[in-house]
């Protein structure tokens, strides 16, 4: 049996960065009709020479609020657990073949970026926000006396097995809820001709999680390719000329692939909770895992609506091997 991940909110890091990495696409275009206007701002830098250039540049800071809901399914290469013990016997680190069927797993995030254009073709951004989600698993739990040494652990692993043939210890409903806080940075090159854009999005990550040790770091890459249409102004809106930008692009993610934390703050099912309470009684037991995507990378489908120059509203969606769907605000000065 393959396995998939008994603790699947650790890959969610990964798609906090993804919510973090969104940015919508305020993309450089040329506009040989409008006339060179010089910033009050000293950003960005050699702005006023792009601008003198035809270059149409946004406003050179933004705060943006976003959301993100995730789906995925995430494999796992190998489950250990460790300082397990009854009484005054270790019990080893083998003792449990866990195995978990399938595993889906959904989260939302909710993030705050604040970013500055310090070049025309660059922007940096900071970001700090906070994810929830949940995964479930179908999980099965087995042993084997036969590679265990000593009489007592060759017990235990009877008992395990015997439970897991009984049906006791199998296709378990294995329901994980998490939360934790990001922080990361990150940097977005962009360029454009005529109503073209092409943006390169960057950032790094750091997800501390309420049930792991440290934290979980993450970085994400983001390629995007769009077009920007110019839409007539509203005038029962009171809305002047504003602009559509519709795009494809593809994402890739690159998360820490190995996980560890107590036992102790896991919530398991009946049965294999009161295995996990009987084998951890000192209350050292400590979670290994080792995991990987089936695939770093998806499709990413969006459009952005610049209601002014100053207000946009972005949504986007993401397919293949992960769903997504993303949505926010940013206010530009």
């Known amino acids: 049996m393959k396995k998939r991940t008994l603790l699947s909110l650790l890959y969610t890091a990964a798609f906090c960065s993804l919510a973090h990495a969104e940015t ?60 397990l013990g009854i009484g005054n016997i270790n019990l080893p680190s083998n003792l449990f073949d866990i195995n978990v069927a399938k595993t889906r797993q959904r989260s939302t995030t909710r993030t705050i970026k604040l970013d500055a254009w310090i070049l025309p073709f660059m922007n940096i951004y900071g970001i700090i926000g906070k994810t929830r989600g949940s995964s479930l698993s179908k999980v099965s739990v087995d042993s084997d006396s036969a590679s265990q040494s000593g009489l ?33 940075v990150g940097t ?39 077009y920007r249409f110019t839409l007539p102004p509203v005038q029962t809106l009171h809305l002047g ?12 993610q690159n998360v820490q692939q190995e996980f560890k934390g107590k036992l102790s703050d896991l919530h398991m099912p009946g049965n294999l909770q009161s ?15 080792k995991q990987h995507l089936e695939s770093p990378w998806n499709v990413l489908v969006g459009a952005s609506y610049e209601l002014t120059r100053n207000f946009n509203i972005t949504t986007e969606v993401g397919f293949a091997e992960r769903n997504s769907f993303f949505m926010s605000g940013e206010f530009r000065f």
């Open 241 to 252: 000329e504003s602009h559509l930008n519709l795009w494809v692009g593809s994402m890739y």
């Open 188 to 226: 977005v090159f962009a360029g454009g001709y005529d109503n073209w854009f092409g943006l390169l999005d960057m950032n790094y990550t750091q997800t501390r999680f309420d049930i792991l040790d440290g934290s979980i770091d993450a970085f994400t890459l983001s390629p995007r390719i769009g």
């Open 275 to 289: 295995l996990m309470q009987m084998a951890n009684q000192k209350g050292s037991g400590r979670f290994d895992v």
């Open 24 to 83: 919508a696409p305020t993309a450089v275009h040329t506009d040989q009709n409008s006339a060179a206007v010089s910033s009050g701002s000293f950003l960005p830098l050699l702005g006023d020479e792009a601008r003198a250039r035809g270059y149409d540049l946004p406003e050179p800071f933004g705060i943006n609020i976003n959301y993100m809901n995730i789906r995925q399914n995430i494999d796992v290469d190998s489950i250990h657990f460790s300082g």
């Open 152 to 184: 007592i652990n060759k017990m235990i692993a009877g008992v395990i097995h015997g439970m897991n043939k009984s049906g006791d210890l199998r296709n378990l409903d294995f329901k994980l809820n998490f939360k934790g806080d990001t922080f990361g």
